[in-house]
């Protein structure tokens, strides 16, 4: 048996408590021997108002890279039936056939320095494609970005795609 204290194995731990109203959730990441503080993400949501899809968050990241952003999320539920072909105002399914679509919205303030950005991001998911496609920006003094994306999932598969062009060059993330 050999082991090697001095191999950096990652170590991720996540926490989620998900209430009617309201959702926690810590996840860190750190190396068992690394000198630094591990990098920890503690997001707090909460619904703002009852009735309606509209929840308040709270994101804080500690560690080598600290930032918090404060964002308001609301989400528009698009739900088709068997009508909507005669229903004139909703064309949009006698177009294209979708029963569910959700247009998910983001926006608020983000401190990744002693600095503000502005964020603004929308999602729009198709259920029947089990698609999600992005389309996020963010504007501050540091520079802006801009980020578009897509991702399919089923129960076992998910693969997804992002570009980010900023400041600091254009990124193509796989998920």
Same mark, same amino acid.
């Given at each position: 048996m050999n082991v090697n204290f001095s191999a950096h194995y990652v170590t991720t731990c996540e926490v989620a408590h998900h209430g009617p109203d309201h959702a926690l959730i810590v996840k860190t990441v750190f190396l068992p021997l690394a000198r630094h503080i591990p990098q920890t993400h503690i997001s707090f949501t909460r619904r703002l108002f009852r009735g309606r899809l509209e929840n308040g968050r709270l994101n804080l990241n500690i560690g080598p890279t600290p930032s918090i952003a404060f964002l308001y999320n609301t989400q528009t539920i698009i739900? $088709?039936?068997?009508? $909507?072909?005669?229903d004139p105002s909703n064309s949009m399914f006698s177009l294209h056939g979708f029963? &569910?679509?959700v247009l998910e919205s983001n926006?608020?303030?983000?401190?990744? &320095?002693i600095l503000p950005a502005l964020y &603004?991001?929308?999602t729009l998911f198709?259920?029947?494609l089990s698609t999600r496609l992005k389309f996020a920006?963010?504007? $501050?003094?540091?520079g802006s970005s801009l980020t578009l994306g897509g991702q399919w999932s089923n129960q076992s598969t998910e693969l997804g795609s992002e570009v980010t062009v900023g400041g600091h060059g254009l990124v193509w993330t796989l998920k």
């Open positions: 739900a $088709g039936n068997e009508q $909507g072909a005669e029963k &569910t679509v926006m608020g303030i983000m401190f990744e &320095t &603004t991001e929308s198709i259920a029947e920006l963010q504007l $501050g003094f540091t």
